[in-house]
């Protein structure tokens, strides 16, 4: 069975800093996938970041990046130069390459912009 | 691309009735979807899982008389909540896949129906 742990419930940041959120998952699958999700005040769930695990290189897509460290079984996700519409709930999520492919989250951080 | 839509965005209904969502992806035929229901403030709980023409797979403790899935068409699932109670009022999100997208793994989701049983 797959588990994700988002340690950190709340987090905030200045605007055009940068923030790292963090989190851990443990599976005992070869063949599984990363991701990030934002949930902003719409409740619309968004993808933000994907990760095969076979990829050794990180993720990038724009402003956001994930460091990706696959024997300490850690997929953090850093934003870059902040912006106003980057607060929402941060969902980190999993799933595996094999079967009925079913998204395990994480618990969610939500991320605070201060002006 | 990738666009996947939830029919309606908000319903309230008396208690004792049937209400229906749907969910349809709008750009790309999906070989799954998903059906969650977000609790305020937590994080979301997947309820079932459906496969274009076959029966849902339920998750445990999910009533699958009283949540009935339905995933006719390869653009269409929806989800009937029979006899609703207040307790069912709720955030329900749906999801979809396709093997057919570059990044099969990848689920996108719908905007969500609140659904608030008087």
């Known amino acids: 069975a797959q588990t994700v742990t988002q340690s950190q419930p709340e987090m905030s940041v200045q605007e055009a800093e940068t923030v790292t959120l963090s989190c851990t998952y443990d599976?005992?699958?070869?063949?599984?996938?990363l991701f990030w999700y934002k949930q902003p005040p719409s409740r619309q769930m968004i993808l933000v970041i994907r990760?095969?695990?076979?990829?050794?290189q990180n993720a990038t897509e724009n402003r956001f990046s994930v460091n990706f460290q696959k024997a300490a079984k850690s997929f953090s996700l850093k934003i870059s130069d902040s912006q106003l519409g980057d607060a929402a709930m941060y969902f980190c999520?999993?799933?595996?390459?094999?079967?009925?492919?079913?998204?395990?989250f994480g618990q969610g951080t939500r991320l605070t912009i201060n002006p | 691309g990738a666009v996947v839509s939830q029919h309606p965005s908000r319903v309230i209904c008396k208690s004792g009735t049937s209400v229906k969502i749907e969910c349809r992806s709008l750009?790309?035929?999906?070989?799954?979807m998903f059906w969650y229901r977000q609790f305020p403030k937590q994080s979301l709980m997947l309820m079932a899982t459906?496969?274009?023409?076959?029966?849902?797979?339920?998750e445990q403790g999910v009533e699958k008389d009283k949540f009935l899935i339905n995933h006719a068409s390869l653009t269409l699932s929806t989800l009937t909540v029979t006899s609703a109670h207040p307790e069912d009022s709720s955030f329900y999100i749906c999801?979809?896949?396709?093997?057919?997208?570059?990044?099969?793994?990848?689920?996108?989701f719908g905007p969500g129906t609140r659904l608030t049983v008087l």
């Open positions: 599976t005992s699958e070869s063949d599984y996938y």
């Open positions: 999520a999993s799933v595996s390459g094999q079967g009925a492919q079913k998204l395990v």
């Open positions: 750009d790309f035929q999906a070989t799954t």
């Open positions: 999801s979809a896949r396709s093997v057919r997208l570059a990044g099969s793994d990848t689920q996108y």
């Open positions: 990760q095969e695990a076979y990829k050794q």
């Open positions: 459906s496969n274009e023409g076959s029966k849902a797979t339920y």
